[in-house]
């Protein structure tokens, strides 16, 4: 990555026009040059060795079903998301892209690094992590 200064003109604007407690000035940046996320799309942020970060293993064993439902409530926002569970176990979200992650899923959400197993929850208020 690289640094960049900017007058505090400029950078007041740009706290003016980012999302409390969502935008970065890197995320507002994007946003006004119409350029996607910094995580793209296809990608998750990394995973720890050995441990499978799909949801993949919990619809083949029945802990989570085809369309199901997941929510992601911010409070501190006032705002709840939703991801749907496919068959695959990869999440579909509101604007209909496709993760394979539920960490993907949420990063996508935020346009920040999301730990998906700890912020999506089931209808039940279950999270995650909870059904590994």
Request: aromatic share 4%; proline share 6%; no cysteine.
């Amino acid at each position: 990555m690289r640094s960049i200064r900017v007058d505090d003109d400029v950078y007041a604007r740009l706290q003016s026009l980012a999302e409390p407690f969502v935008d970065t000035p890197n995320s507002t940046l994007r946003r006004l040059l119409g350029l996607k996320s910094a995580w793209d799309r296809s990608q998750s942020p990394p995973r720890p060795v050995g441990r499978d970060q799909s949801l993949a293993p919990l619809v083949a064993d029945g802990r989570l079903t085809e369309g199901q439902e997941l929510v992601w409530r911010r409070r501190n926002l006032g705002r709840e998301h939703r991801a749907v569970v496919l068959a695959d176990g990869s999440l579909r979200i509101e604007d209909g892209t496709i993760h394979a992650t539920p960490s993907g899923a949420a990063t996508e959400l935020a346009g920040n690094p999301q730990n998906g197993w700890v912020v999506f929850t089931t209808a039940e208020g279950r999270k995650l992590k909870e059904l590994r």
